[in-house]
């Protein structure tokens, strides 16, 4: 029975999360993945149940914050667990930043993605580089896209890439 | 209903249901999709209305992803849709989608790109595309993207009345140049049709009286009421069928079936 419940379900292409990976970005690697081709978040928005919901999420607007009911169903399509998509949300009680995003580029060029905790209030640098975040691209000053547009991993104004601008990272 | 036999009422429920039939003609048929799939190629398979094309691509379907099924995977190898009339781009789109349990929303460019990924995630291998003659004039671009598409590999069936189709393959070069492969699903000649009465009134009927179907009056009855297209026989026989058990005979009566024929307008 279950097996069948599963098959009726619709035959989107899973993708894995990744470590420590903010919403924004893993719905952005989703919605592209191949055969999903959402090119807006309301198209997956439409097939989820969750309407304008998923948009505000990808621009880090939880107020209110995402529901149990409402990760579930999110849950189901991206078939990812629910518990699983709770991590890529802010922990209970941190005080989270939508704007700017920002970025530590010594680990963007280990590991491409946008990581929830460089939103955090509470977080000035990376630990692991010992290195402040930045908050803006350090070229041409344009604030970084939301990372749900992080297709490339570069600046679009002045194409830099998010991984070589680690230089221009201040120590902290 | 409720005076019925439950065997009656059994036998009338298998009746509303179209029937399948392992018939000479459809396992050449057949035989010549699976040549047109191996191959991958592309091919027109034609033929007058009610004649048995669309059942003939359902069974052929049906049987190939079932020889195909790998459990728990979700993979379709033949594809079978039927075109609504004047169907553009976004509807064409969207039936393979629906064949394939996807999303069908989205802008046209996400559903052409969603459509061709797809084609090939599911490992598609053939796309049979039913009453292709209501495409519009545009959307033969898309069908041809489809086939044009390196990588995928997908053979392409149009399948339509004989001479609609044939007009519409006409109208593009491009479309005309690619479709060489045909083949015609015949209207039954005389022994064919006998042949096929006979069969049907054993295999799909099956009633507990004989109905003599295939002789006399009932045979010429027939001719003239199906003009020996076999979709329309079916649909005759199975109407008739159920009208005369529901009237407590045990046979197919024939002025049931005259009463059916006069009925009937094509
Ligand atoms: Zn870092
Ligand atoms: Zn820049």
Redesign the interface.
Do not use: C, R
């Given at each position: 029975m279950a097996?069948t419940l599963k098959?009726?379900?619709?035959?989107?292409?899973r993708v894995e999360p990744l470590e420590g990976e903010s919403i924004s970005h893993f719905l952005g690697r989703f919605r592209r993945a191949?055969?999903?081709?959402?090119?807006?978040p309301c198209?997956l928005g439409?097939?989820s149940g969750l309407g304008a919901v998923l948009a505000r999420w990808e621009k880090f607007y939880f107020n209110p914050f995402p529901t149990f009911e409402e990760l579930e169903a999110l849950a189901n399509v991206v078939e990812v667990d629910v518990n699983r998509l709770r991590e890529m949300l802010p922990l209970a009680g941190v005080g989270m930043k939508h704007k700017p995003i920002r970025l530590c580029g010594a680990c963007y060029a280990e590991e491409p993605y946008h990581l929830i905790a460089w939103q955090f209030k509470t977080t000035a640098g990376c630990d692991r580089h010992q290195l402040r975040l930045l908050s803006k691209c350090p070229i041409c000053e344009k604030p970084f896209p939301i990372p749900a547009l992080w297709i490339e991993g570069r600046c679009l104004r002045c194409l830099t890439f998010f991984a070589e601008m680690v230089d221009r990272q201040k120590a902290y | 209903m409720e005076d019925l036999s439950p065997e009656i009422q059994k036998k009338i429920k298998d009746l509303s249901r179209p029937p399948y039939l392992e018939l000479e003609r459809v396992k050449h048929c057949h035989a010549w999709l699976t040549e047109l799939l191996i191959s991958r190629m592309t091919g027109l398979l034609v033929g007058e209305s009610r004649c048995g094309k669309t059942v003939t691509c359902k069974a052929f379907t049906k049987q190939y992803n079932e020889l195909k099924k790998t459990q728990g995977q979700r993979f379709k190898p033949v594809v079978h849709i039927q075109i609504p009339k004047a169907c553009g781009s976004r509807d064409f789109f969207i039936k393979i989608l629906k064949a394939l349990n996807k999303p069908t929303n989205g802008t046209i460019s996400d559903l052409r790109e969603r459509t061709l990924d797809s084609l090939e995630i599911h490992q598609v291998e053939m796309l049979i595309i039913d009453e292709a003659n209501h495409l519009k004039y545009e959307t033969f671009s898309d069908v041809r993207h489809i086939y044009d598409e390196n990588g995928l590999g997908i053979a392409v069936l149009l399948v339509g009345t004989t001479s609609r189709l044939h007009a519409i393959v006409k109208r593009d070069e491009q479309v005309l140049n690619r479709f060489l492969e045909q083949y015609e699903l015949d209207r039954l000649d005389e022994s064919q049709f006998k042949q096929i009465v006979q069969i049907w009134e054993r295999d799909v009927l099956n009633l507990p009286v004989a109905s003599n179907l295939a002789t006399g009056e009932n045979l010429k009855l027939l001719k003239q009421g199906t003009q020996k297209l076999i979709g329309r026989l079916d649909m005759l026989l199975r109407k008739a069928a159920i009208r005369s058990l529901l009237r407590g005979h045990q046979n197919l009566d024939k002025d049931v079936l005259k009463e059916v024929i006069t009925a009937t307008k094509w």
């Open positions: 097996k098959e009726t379900k619709l035959w989107l292409t191949k055969g999903n081709k959402f090119s807006t198209g439409q097939v | -």
